[in-house]
């Protein structure tokens, strides 16, 4: 199996990146730099970037970015996944130099969406200075925070994250968005790392947004509400209200990207020992609060 280490970054789509500019320096409070091909980074912490904006077609999450340990460990993911059949495509110099790594592969799960594998970042030394002095982002060796992906073949996508890229469990919601409505079944799990989860996998269709959301982590419950406020402020739509989950203790609310896909902005993640962790499943996404009904109509949950 792999070992990936860390969520390393997210990689959005957009016709136009500058509204991701004025979003990720208004409202999240990252720094903003061009990326090559008129592109924008969006900054969080030590590293150059960990939103990559490219400029295409669509609107929408376009990959999720793996990091392993070094080439040593890269060598053996490629190696990993051509025994497992995965089709793999090697980096370009364009995409590399994009990424800001020493190398990358990429590939797609068995729901169709991206995924990316780097090993190395090339650092820029430069420090983070919020442009609405947001002090830091929880990352480090927890790496950016989480992402939720949709996965239409999830027995099939769930088996290759558990056998070939590593991960476990770390609990279990299953959905229902009405009372006679089939299960959909929600799994949040970890790669190596105490964040308690880093990808979860939802069993629903692919939205055209190509992502259900994402996670940033601020480091207090004061900088989680000024993000509140900035987004109302600048007129990004609240689509879920502030609440407190279940699985993480994450407390958050949720909004939506340029992208069409919705970012969670929160606060108190668990970091967990798992050698001491059980898997459980929740019966419930929050303790309190996380009113949807404010505008996430895809079905989203945690």
Known sequence: MIDIRALAYVVAEAADPTAWRRFGEGVVGAMASDAPQGGVYLKLDDRPYRY???????DRYFASGWEVKDQDAFDAARETLGSAGVPVTMATDQERAS???????????????RHEIVWGAISDFVRFDSPQKVPAFVTGDLGMGH?????PNFDETWAFFRDVMGFRISDIYNHRAAADAPIQRLYFTHCNNGRQHSLALFESP???????????????????GRALDRCKAHGFKVMASLGQHVNDDVTSFYMATPGGFALEYGYGGLVV??????????TSISHWGHDWSLGLATGDTN
């Open 99 to 113: 990424r800001r790594f020493q190398n990358m592969m990429w590939f797609h799960d068995p729901s169709g969406n």
């Open 273 to 282: 020992d798992w050698s001491r962790h059980s898997v459980f499943e929740a």
């Open 147 to 151: 992402t939720v992906l949709a996965a």
């Open 206 to 224: 692919r939205p055209p947004s190509g992502c259900v959301h994402v996670m940033a982590e601020v480091t207090s419950m004061t900088e989680v």
């Open 52 to 58: 990559l904006i490219v400029r295409g077609d669509q």
